[in-house]
Structures are given as structure tokens and as C-alpha cells.
């Protein structure tokens, strides 16, 4: 906790552009790694991959699912990852795009669409498949690191699948607390003054070196009781806008077609 602390702390104390640079070099790489990865896994298991593409829909939405009340449990699960992995709803990525040097926020809104739909639809689709395909859901493993760890072990040779998740999980982890770090910063600094906004990292540090010696399952319980107290202010707030929001889009879109047509 304390090394991992230690690293954050090299990143965050230099601001938004060296956040913004170590994020951009690491993640991009990362992503196609593990993209690449789970794509030879459903080669590997392609055979399968079509019966278990059934499975996710026929035992999520089976009478046996239904009456147990596991339809339930499981759409809840699925929203508390989904906005996890993509934070959608949440009101956290709007700070980061709202960085953004554009003319045209509507533009901007559409490219933080696209977080949501590689996140969760397409990464997230590819990854349940790659634990399915491989039959290591069996096995009873209590999360869904432990599943794609077993499912990258099964099907990647000379045992190189757990290397390249353990890397890929620990880029997305830092990347993921370089960006929480400026959320903080930024929330702090708007609710008292900017200039204070800055110590928020010690806190944020101190904290990485807490949530390493805690229960995984109280952390986990933390963030997600926070993200629904985020969720709450957000959506009241995108539906109160959704006017405003409807207004610029239809504009941008008739500038856009104005444009084409000239």
C-alpha cells in the first residue's frame, strides 16, 4: 500500500497535464493488450462461445432465476459494475471532458458516449464470454478478478495469461486513481476555494495506504455506497437539464448538416 501510495503521489503532485500524459501513454497500450488477449481466448474457445452467448440470456431470465430472486440481485450487480467500469450517471467524467479544449461541447458529450459503450458493451461482453467459453465459472471463485485471472490462465500458453491481467490491472488501477485524484481536487476546490483544493491528495493518499489493509468486500461496499450518492444529485440533475441538453444538441446537429450542405 505504502509503494503504490508512494507511486500515485509522483503522479497527482504534478497536476492535471502529467496526470493527463502518464494516463495516455499507459492506457491506450493496455487496452489493445488486453483486448487482443480475450479476443485468442474465444478463438481458442470458439467453439463454445455461441452456447455460452445462450447461456447469459436463458439463465438470467429463467422462471428457476426469476422466482429466486437472482434476476434481481443480478441487475443490481450489473448496474453497481456497470457504473463502476464506466461511470455513467455517476458525474465524475464530465469533470475530465469538461477539460476538454473544444468549440463544441455537444461533440465532446458524444466522445464521452463512446466510455460507456467500449466499457461496459463491448469489454466487459468480451470478458463474461471469455470466462463462459473457458468453464472456469464452475469453479466458484467469489469475484470477477478471480474468474478472468483462471480464464487467461486456461487458455493462454506457457503461462503467460496471468502476467498480462496482473499488468493490465495494475495499469487500470493507477490510471483509474490518477483520475479520482483531479475528481477530488476538483470537488474540494469548488466547495470551498480553488487553492485548497490541492490537499485533497494528501487525503487521497493516505487513503490508498488505509484500502490496502481493509476487507476488499468493505472497500468494495464503500465505493459503491458513493457512487449512489453521486448518482442521486446527477440524474436529478441531467433530467432538470435534459431541456438545455436537447436544445444545444438539435443546434449543433443543424450546424453540422449546414456545414455538409454548404
Known amino acids: ?12 503532485f504534478g497536476g ?13 497500450f493496455m487496452v489493445i493488450l488486453y483486448f487482443l488477449s480475450v479476443i485468442y481466448i474465444l478463438y481458442v474457445q470458439s467453439e463454445f462461445v455461441p452456447e ?12 428457476k432465476a426469476a422466482a429466486g430472486g437472482v434476476l434481481g440481485y443480478l441487475i443490481l ?28 461541447p455537444v461533440r465532446e458529450g458524444l466522445v464521452a458516449m463512446l466510455g460507456p459503450a467500449i466499457d461496459t458493451i ?39 495469461g496471468s502476467w498480462i491481467l496482473t ?7 493507477f490510471s483509474t486513481m490518477f483520475s479520482y485524484s483531479y475528481y477530488g481536487t476538483s470537488c474540494l476546490g469548488f466547495l470551498t476555494k480553488p487553492k485548497y483544493g490541492k490537499y485533497y491528495n494528501y487525503i ?13 468486500d468493505f472497500a468494495i461496499n464503500l465505493i459503491d455506497s ?21 436544445k444545444a444538441v438539435k443546434a449543433y446537429f443543424s450546424r453540422l448538416n449546414s456545414n455538409r450542405g454548404a
Open 122 to 160: 463491448l469489454v466487459c461482453t468480451l470478458t463474461a464470454l471469455a470466462i463462459l467459453s473457458t468453464g472456469v465459472w464452475k469453479t466458484g471463485a467469489e469475484n470477477g478478478i478471480s474468474l478472468t485471472l483462471k480464464a487467461f490462465d486456461h487458455a493462454i500458453p506457457f503461462g503467460i
Open 226 to 246: 458513493a457512487f449512489a450518492l453521486m448518482a442521486i444529485p446527477t440524474v436529478l440533475s441531467a433530467v432538470l437539464l435534459s431541456g438545455h441538453v436537447n
Open 16 to 28: 492535471l497535464k502529467r496526470i493527463a500524459n502518464v494516463a495516455s501513454r499507459l492506457v491506450p
Open 167 to 173: 499488468l493490465a490491472i495494475f495499469v487500470f488501477a
Open 52 to 63: 455460452m452467448f445462450k447461456l447469459i440470456f436463458t439463465d438470467a431470465f429463467s422462471g
Open 77 to 104: 450487480t450489473a448496474v453497481k459494475r456497470a457504473a463502476f467500469s464506466n461511470e455513467a450517471g455517476i458525474g465524475t467524467a464530465p469533470m475530465m471532458h469538461g477539460n476538454a479544449k473544444t468549440d463544441e
Open 204 to 216: 487521497f493518499v493516505v487513503a490508498i495506504v488505509i484500502a490496502s489493509v481493509v476487507k476488499l
Open 1 to 12: 500500500g505504502i509503494v503504490v501510495a508512494i507511486l500515485t503521489a509522483i503522479v497527482i
